[in-house]
């Protein structure tokens, strides 16, 4: 947003300060200036000058010798290749060193051959306009040797460039009464508002008796929140006056006709956008402010043709739609330089409702911006009598005829918002002392009425601060800091105890879990997004795709929606990585997501070999994590009739054989299953990998109590047992650790399978370890050997004979 600080002045008297002095205090206090510009500082070289004579160039068609006359006294030369040069016409001269508002600087150049000795401009090239093709052509009293500016009247002006997107809270900002409002607050000088209610009574003194032209009816299901009609006839314009043509310029607008500019400068000036009509193109004499009907082919102001939606609020009229509500107006009721028949709008509607037709549409403009910020419709008055002002005073004899139409939805009016603060709760958080009266000073200047007592201070704040800004007393406090300076508070460190951070008791648990993993199960941490996309489970033949946790923008079709599982992931982890290593561990703790009431807490462990399963090494690990974790468990084969929650039963990577579920008191808690060749080739991964899930929602947030005992390194031997036993090929390997439990000895202190080989088709050999040891003594050769008998009896028992 540019800001004019010449239009500024018009409502209060700013110190003589530097200009970029007055841009620091502004951004201090109130939004970030990304830019001081200095305006008609480049045109002061710039003389009118008077053509004198011209010839042909020497080596060119297309360019002439001109001669001119610049007031002081020798004639000078310059090439130039416009097509209106002509003998006695007056222009702009721009002499060697000038730097153009462009940036170009001219330097003594030869062109063709011949040494021009400046420039004639174009009002293009000086920044005054889009201009006509050629030179621009100045009056018969332009005196040569004149400055440029001098003959324009043009006035120096400083113009902030301000950050959008730091007013986007500040409604009343988008307007130059709000902004000189924070300027007089900053600098502590009146604010100079002639708007007040003796002005507004002058302006409806014009109103007349009798019937409006023009009648109003707004649907009650239409985001119109206000709306304000007036009839004006008008004599036929007048060039726009260079005061309103400089002030629009200067802030970022172009001078199309006179109504056209009045309207733009009553919306710039303060802050509520308009639309003027040609009262002759609204067919019925009324305008109807309803929704549009579905598929409505609109042309706007633009000339483009715009399809709208029945989500859309247009305004029409009897026959046809005249405007889009809160963004542009339609061509064929547009004003022109012959209207002399004029409906006068001042209306207000509901931001998002702008936002969402202006995102659509893609169609962004000055009134959209302002309404998408949540304007106050008490201000659509004071605009409406503005607009009269500025049109009766730039066209006499124009005539307002009746009375304006009003609409006003009582439950979309903002009201003014009470407030009571103490001085202790203001000083507290800004952390320095204020005196009261600073603070009731700084509340009045910025418009908040305020009433002390006892040290409390009750504050209205005005409706056009409560639409979107003010809303809790941290606001106020907010408006007393910046006011203040925050430059000016002395940062000091909060007198706070010191004291450890206690980790929550799932943060401890997940501690445990990594410190297990990385030392004792040499593994490394990986962390996935939590967002996956349909191909990469449609690649791993995962059952649920969640699609009820699509994201609505995601950045990325591989990242769209909610994970509803850690395997997936996983999978892709091991891709990458089995490009470099032979054989890997890793491990993830994150979260997984079915649905909007189940997100679970798990852990992954994965096991990778190009060469051989590794699915007993994993059950080992996780039997040892549990051991570290003080939790009881067990293992339990794959039964269809009570399916893992963990992992979906129809999923098409579930092992035939190496699988085996984790049970904790009796509910299911866990998987341990290696990959299916069919998954991992679609991924056209080779090798071997086993993955563990196990699900810690449950157990995570509770204190587990360290049940660990300890005692002195055993004085005696361990003796350990290897026995090779033969099973079913589809028998999962831990049914000889689930049968040796049934063994209940004392001496009996571990046992571990520590080999798989697939011997053919119907039979595998499963190779366990016992260990052996008695704390008090040194075992026999005749109890070992009796240890081993039992051993291989409850191995035989079970169904699982030596192997010969």
Known sequence: MLISLNWIRDFVAIPDLPAKEIASRFTLATAEV?????????????????????KPHPDSDKLNLVTFDHGQGQLKEVVCGAPNVRVGLRVPYAPIGTTLPNGMTLEPKKIRGVLSDGMLCSETELGLGEGKAGLMELGADAVPGTPLPQYLKLESDVIL?????????RPDLWGYLGLAREFAAGHRTPLLNRFDSAWTKSIEARFTAGSAPITVEVAADSSCLAYYGLSFDIPPMAPTPPMIKNRLESAGLRSINLIVDLSNYAMVELGIPNHLFDRTKISGAKVSIRRAPPELRFITLDGQERELTAADTVIFDSEKPLVIAGLMGGLESGVTPETTKLFLEVANWEAPEVRKTSVRLGLRTDSSQ????????????????RLVELISEHCPGAVVLGSPTKFLREEGLAKPLSLTITHLEITRSLGMEIPTEVIRDIFERLDFKVSETHGSFAVTVPTYRTTKDISVKADLIEEIG???????????????????????????????????LVLQGKSLQVMTYPLVGKDLLARALWPEVNDSLVLVNALSVEQDRMRPSLIPSAIEVALHNQKHYDDFAFFEL???????ERERSQLLIGLYSKTSSRFVELENLVEKLFGALNISFSFAAMNPKFPNPVLPAEWSGTHPNEYLNIQVMGKYMGVINSVHPLVLKNFKMKGHLSLAVIDLSDVESKEIKDKTKYRPISKFPTASFDATVVMKRDLPAASVITALSSLKQ??????????VYQMNDEQKSVSVRTVFEDPDKTLSAETIKDLEQKVIQTLERAGFPLKC
């Not at 460039?161 to 809270?169: A, E, I, R, Y």
């Not at 201000?379 to 409406?384: A, D, I, K, N, S």
């Not at 004392?746 to 080999?755: C, F, M, N, P």
């Open 161 to 169: 460039d301000v950050d959008n997107k730091s007013l986007t809270h």
């Open 746 to 755: 004392k001496e009996l202190k571990s046992k571990a399978i520590v080999d």
């Open 482 to 516: 910046r006011m203040i300076g925050f430059d000016n508070i002395a940062p000091v460190s909060p007198m706070l105890p010191v004291k450890p951070v206690r980790l929550s008791p799932a943060k401890q648990f997940h501690r445990r879990i990594q410190d297990f």
């Open 590 to 596: 994150g979260r997984s997501y079915l649905g909007f």
């Open 370 to 385: 302002r309404y998408e910020k949540t304007l106050d419709s008490n201000q659509c008055y004071r605009t409406l009598l």
């Open 34 to 54: 990304e830019d001081v510009l200095v305006k008609g500082a480049a045109l002061q070289p710039i003389l009118c000058v008077e053509i004198k004579s011209f």
